[in-house]
């Protein structure tokens, strides 16, 4: 098709309306589709290759804008990472940097593509699907989405009960998005609570990263929707898992900590184990999943350690809840960091001290980028006032010698030495009443000038 193209072989008048220009452009659509990375690739590249050579006498780029530019700008979110740049790049040269005010012109198409692959076979796309909902939630115009709010909050919230968390991750991300930009017209659309049930749901989910997209949606809608009675109740929400922590068995389990994308979390098999059933006969993609649609209303069927495997779908622990509230606070930081009280900043530093647990340092851990996240959202004066009952935290952090807690106190403690000045922060520390947190923390200071 490549070549039909570079030879100007698309200039007929096609068959019945449709001229031969559209129908490549059809048929590049096609293979943008496809669920093979390879064959995605090559569309692409075929596709870039459409937009470089100049259009046949009569027609223009913008007229295959509706058909091939929905599918691109998916694409930019999808699983395999050369897909993914490959289209980010293309999408640049193509629109100029035009991309939004394109985009609005055929938001019609653009939208109900989204939608439609949201319910793709495929959980990749389907998560691909949500990321670009989040992103026109908040980077279209209001009054162009308006219209078509009830349709993306549908899609999404069918993608919220997905059996693949990063789809579910995602749906999150985009409802927060949506939500907070539009809080009277979801609650006009029948969704009183805003969410709510939701949001907390995933707030408290067994993966880390979902909890932390639910975390960041809330803290976005409390921002957007201003109202006191929510606030009141995810506050008090917040500060019941907190409270909890202290029933956590010492026999703690959870995932350590997973991080968001594609491929984030494998779990290789061998053996008799690696040619179960479950990985045989099973419809294949080339992002490796095994799995075919969201299966509503029973369990996967893919093999252990997918991220549809209903093994992620386990009851989460007490501290993975407190991590939750915990992440919740990071977030208020950032988005609405006023609703930040010191009564809940009260509850993460008890529940921070509890070690009888072998998961604890990977809550303190939440909590030491929790304090940074305080520490560049708060007014200055707001964060100081809370600095000596927040510095044991970090301390307890560095504390357990475990590397992923030890890098986010250093990184926390950066961050404040940035903030609030490197001499002021040497001097809360020097004259902490707490005298045994003073040596561990000047020893992972910042050295003086790295700020």
């Not at 579910?168 to 659309?189: H, K, M, Q, W, Y």
């Not at 509230?325 to 010191?342: C, F, H, N, S, W």
Request: with cysteine.
């Amino acid at each position: 098709m490549g070549t039909i193209i570079q030879n100007q072989g698309c200039e007929g008048s096609g068959e019945g309306n449709i001229s031969d220009y559209i129908r490549v452009a059809q048929q590049l659509r096609t293979g943008l589709d496809d669920n093979w990375s390879r064959v995605r690739m090559a569309a692409l590249k075929t596709t870039r290759l459409l937009f470089q050579v100049p259009p046949p006498l009569g027609q223009s780029h913008e007229s295959v804008y509706p058909i091939l530019l929905p599918p691109l700008c998916l694409s930019r979110y999808y699983v395999a990472e050369g897909v993914k740049v490959y289209s980010q790049q293309t999408w640049c040269e193509v629109t100029g940097g035009r991309g939004r005010e394109i985009l609005t012109r055929i938001l019609e198409p653009t939208l109900e593509y989204f939608v439609e692959e949201s319910r793709s076979e495929n959980h990749a796309v389907r998560e691909a699907a949500c990321a670009c909902m989040a992103e026109v939630g908040i980077k279209l115009p209001r009054g162009d989405l308006r219209p078509h709010l009830n349709r993306l909050l549908g899609a999404l919230t069918v993608c919220f009960k997905d059996q693949s968390w990063p789809v579910r991750d995602a749906a999150c991300i985009g409802l927060g998005n949506l939500v907070s930009v539009f809080p009277t017209e979801t609650r006009a659309a029948g969704y009183a609570d805003l969410m709510a049930e939701r949001f907390l749901h995933n707030l408290v989910d067994c993966i880390p990263s979902v909890r932390e997209g639910a975390a960041a949606s809330i803290a976005k809608v409390l921002q957007g929707a201003n109202d006191s009675e929510l606030e009141k109740m995810y506050l008090d929400f917040a500060e019941k898992q907190l409270d909890g922590i202290v029933d956590q068995p010492a026999d703690s389990k959870g995932a350590a900590s997973m991080s968001r994308g594609p491929g984030a979390n494998v779990v290789v098999r061998s053996g008799n184990e690696a040619h179960d059933e479950k990985h045989t006969n099973q419809v294949m993609y080339s992002c490796g999943s095994l799995a075919t649609r969201a299966n509503k209303g029973k369990y996967s069927t893919c093999g252990g350690g997918c991220c549809m495997d209903d093994t992620f779908q386990r009851p989460s622990q007490l501290w993975e809840r407190a991590d939750g509230a915990i992440r919740l606070i990071g977030e208020m930081g950032i988005y609405a960091p006023q609703k930040v009280t010191d009564r809940l900043l009260e509850k993460m530093v008890n529940a921070a001290s509890l070690t009888h647990y072998p998961h604890h340092p990977y809550l303190l851990e939440t909590a030491c980028y929790t304090i940074k996240a305080l520490c560049e959202g708060q007014q200055k004066s707001d964060f100081k006032r809370n600095l000596d009952f927040l510095l044991p935290v970090i301390a307890w952090a560095v504390s357990t010698n475990q590397p992923l807690a030890v890098a986010a106190a250093e990184e926390c403690l950066a961050t404040l030495s940035q903030v609030l000045g490197p001499s002021v922060l040497r001097s809360r520390i020097e004259g902490h009443l707490e005298s045994t947190i003073v040596p561990r923390l000047l020893n992972f200071l910042p050295p003086s000038g790295s700020h």
